[in-house]
């Protein structure tokens, strides 16, 4: 697509809910990142993709976080047993290669309530 | 570890009146350094972006130059319009490295 595609827009969870967010990444790009960007402050990075390989996951920051890039194009991004803490903005990045070329998705605002 | 500090918002300004944001760096090695600007709703745009010491970004008037002696990426606009009101996330990318460092923002607003 011409764009990053994030889904749903907006979501609202009640607390210990479980949570699925989608990226569609540009066709043809290899690396995909997620970051998490909480109200008033920058984004922080999440995990990262090359293709299928998910080669980076430090900023995860619970188990209950888990990322998934199974064809090496849409990713998933899910969240169990979510809690308030938890609600920010989830963006997501696609590039042609490494370093390079990064395109951010609009983001998906999770709400927790 | 590597880091970015902007200056805080948020900033307000006239229309057409010159625009300074700061941002400095703490890193290893030699990252590249960006500027990124979100419209509300919307995400990240990549504004400008320099990756070696001494290079000038710009972008629709705006620019910024990577001081490696003082750590620094200060965006500078010489006359900012209402138009440009959005925030401001001075950004770092180490080298050989994918995740980015970001700063926590600068909004800015432009009255007419």
């Known amino acids: 697509g011409a764009g990053v595609s994030q889904s749903p827009r907006y979501k609202v969870a009640k607390r210990g809910q479980d949570v699925a967010l989608r990226c569609d990444p540009i066709?043809?790009?290899?690396?995909l990142f997620w970051y998490q960007q909480a109200l008033g402050q920058g984004p922080e990075f999440l995990t990262y993709?090359?293709?299928?390989?998910?080669?980076?996951k430090s900023g995860l920051p619970s188990d209950r976080f888990f990322a998934e890039r199974p064809e090496g194009s849409v990713s998933t991004l899910k969240i169990q047993r979510t809690q308030q803490e938890d609600s920010a903005v989830y963006l997501c990045?696609?590039?042609?290669?490494?370093?390079?070329?990064?395109?951010f998705g609009s983001g998906t605002r999770l709400t927790v309530v | 570890g590597d880091s970015v500090t902007q200056m805080e918002g948020p900033v307000t300004l006239s229309e057409e009146a010159f625009l300074t944001i700061n941002c400095t760096y703490t890193?290893?090695?030699?990252?590249?350094l960006f500027w990124y600007v979100q419209y509300p709703g919307e995400g990240l745009q990549l504004l400008l972006k320099?990756?070696?010491?001494?290079d000038k970004g710009s972008n629709k008037g705006f620019e910024a130059t990577y001081r490696k002696e003082t750590t620094s990426f200060h965006l500078e606009k010489g006359s900012v319009q209402v138009s440009d009101s959005a925030v401001y996330f001075c950004?770092?990318?180490?080298?050989?490295?994918?995740?980015?460092?970001f700063g926590s923002g600068t909004k800015l607003n432009v009255k007419p």
């Open positions: 890193a290893t090695g030699y990252p590249s």
């Open positions: 320099a990756t070696k010491a001494d």
């Open positions: 990045a696609s590039s042609p290669r490494g370093n390079y070329g990064y395109t």
């Open positions: 066709s043809g790009h290899v690396s």
């Open positions: 950004a770092l990318l180490p080298y050989n490295f994918n995740k980015f460092y």
């Open positions: 993709f090359q293709n299928e390989a998910q080669l980076d």
